[in-house]
């Protein structure tokens, strides 16, 4: 896996006290007033995960309905913007100031039944709950946000972490994790080969035709054209940070018969979590890179993560609930505008 750094005891409980801000309001329940939510974030630091944090309140409350500070008001604001400015293409997320982040992607296989439709459905939503708690706690820890000429690089590198943090924190009851597979890379290439030589690198693992691979090409195209337009050379940084999940359910014949198949489905996310070189994005990605060669350095690594369907499944309707607080889109609605779908020709891609 990515080198994970943990939360700080303080930013964690932070950050439990807005998701449980958001599990009640999205319930219907009344927001809470500054001196609840400290309390809440306190009591995160020593509760178990699923603990009721509507039940912390102060020792003498008022019968007067709790009033939401304008902090907590504002931080449900920017949480909103982001997420439906993570639904635009990446250039129209530049041209407003926002950090674009790369879309969720899905191969859908070549054929079409309930059972693979419904588990990609799945997939996906839970790719928007991870979109959802990654934005959260960029809220909670950077709720001034990023500038876009001067942080571009810690934006991309704050966001990647974020999105893995989200898979390994808030979601991870919710997932089986393999172990990552960590490879680098250092090669010198011609700068007009860079696009096609980290494509091969990204997809090459997972036994992709070429059909398909072309086909992935293209939000991935439009995601680096929109970060041409971010002057990013001289953020401090030495590398660039990306975070890339790609949706897909193999099928395991488990009967052993051709001709009379029983199909087991495996609803998997794969983390493919970048560092890029510092000089080498810059020269990939600028107008005028310079360079005609290019020495191009980066590591990547990739973890399997396989969804538990049945528990996602059973907690849909709080979801739904959060959803429509955030984006006014029930949970289907937005994993449809979120996540990228490729429609490959392969019966049964990455397998």
Aim: aromatic share 10%.
């Amino acid at each position: 896996m990515a080198d994970y750094q943990p939360l700080t005891v303080e930013t964690s409980a932070a950050i439990g006290a807005f998701i449980q801000e958001l599990h009640i309001r999205a319930e219907g329940g009344k927001p809470v007033d500054e001196e609840t939510l400290a309390l809440r974030m306190l009591a995160s630091t020593h509760a178990s995960p699923d603990h009721d944090y509507s039940t912390v309140r102060p020792l003498s409350p008022s019968d007067v309905p709790a009033t939401a500070s304008a902090d907590g008001d504002d931080k449900f604001a920017k949480l909103t913007a982001l997420m439906m400015g993570d639904t635009k293409p990446a250039e129209i997320q530049v041209s407003e100031g926002q950090i674009p982040k790369a879309p969720p992607v899905a191969v859908l296989p070549g054929y079409t039944n309930v059972d693979v439709a419904n588990n990609y459905g799945l997939l996906m939503d839970a790719s928007a709950m991870v979109q959802l708690y990654a934005n959260l706690m960029q809220v909670q820890q950077k709720p001034e946000g990023f500038n876009i000429t001067s942080e571009a690089a810690m934006a991309y590198n704050f966001q990647a972490k974020m999105a893995y943090d989200a898979m390994m924190g808030p979601m991870a009851g919710y997932y089986i994790f393999g172990s990552g597979v960590a490879q680098t890379y250092n090669d010198t290439i011609p700068r007009s080969q860079i696009h096609q030589h980290l494509l091969g690198k990204l997809f090459d693992g997972f036994g992709f035709d070429n059909d398909t691979k072309q086909k992935l090409d293209a939000p991935l195209t439009n995601f680096v054209a929109g970060l041409k337009d971010i002057h990013s050379q001289n953020n401090p940084t030495n590398t660039f940070d990306f975070m890339l999940r790609l949706n897909l359910v193999p099928r395991i014949n488990v009967s052993g018969s051709d001709s009379d198949p029983i199909y087991v489905y495996q609803p998997s996310t794969y983390i493919i979590y970048m560092k890029i070189d510092a000089t080498t994005f810059w020269q990939s990605t600028s107008k005028n890179g310079g360079e005609d060669r290019v020495n191009f350095k980066f590591t990547m690594t990739t973890t399997k993560c396989e969804l538990n369907a049945r528990k996602f499944e059973q907690n849909r309707q709080k979801f739904d609930d959060m959803f429509k607080l955030v984006t006014d889109n029930n949970l289907r609605a937005y994993s449809e505008l979120l996540n990228k779908q490729i429609q490959s020709k392969e019966p049964n891609p990455g397998k």
